[in-house]
């Protein structure tokens, strides 16, 4: 069975290309935790946040057909593998914001699936932040993977894309949200067009954008559920 991990990268403007959530899964989950780290060398906007502020979690877990699936900030065994592979794919000049699929293969970095999108924030560079979710099966072996990946084209891309939909909507929201409510104090209407007071960019964490504290644990369930299906029938 090819390790795969499902993952949802960003390109912070203070990093770079940076993972917010990456599932693994094994047997015993446990070498997937990962132990505490620096968050000095994250920002708001490349952190996996959970809900009422918890600062102290690292990683989440749920056990499920004798498989441990674990979503931490960044893969504990791989990170290396997918930090090579979201650096690719954000210099990728094929890569599309639009939710297309784009596929690619090395015998380094595997078969991986990306599907990229951008968010409006007027506190970003380019008043929006770019996103990926990225598939990736760790294996040299093409065919068999492709063998993995072509079954599974459609469910795995329209799940994504349900993903992505979910975001975008939460986000759109938030914005319609924030405008009513800040109209006054941080917009000047300028020829049916608004400009916002902003003189520096801001890191923001993807459940603000979205004002959804229950993000990173929803990921994490749609990760689970998407890997358990493409585990159930691979041998």
Known sequence: MPNMILSLAHFCDKHGP????????????????LPDYATETFCESCSMKFPNNDTSSRSIRTRMRGKDYVSTNYPAVRYQLVSSIIRHMFSEETMAYDSAPLSFFDESKGLNLAMGFKLPDTDAR??????ALLLTIDSPDYASSMKI?????????YSFRKIIDYIKQRRKLEMKRSFAENVPQEFTPMGGTYLKGNNYKIPRNLASLTNDDLLFVRLHKWNTFILDALNSDVA
């Open 18 to 33: 940076r993972v917010l959530l990456g599932t693994q899964f094994a047997v015993d989950g446990a070498s997937l935790l």
């Open 126 to 131: 380019g008043d929006e932040r770019r996103y």
């Open 149 to 157: 990946l072509a079954k599974h084209w459609e469910f795995t891309t």
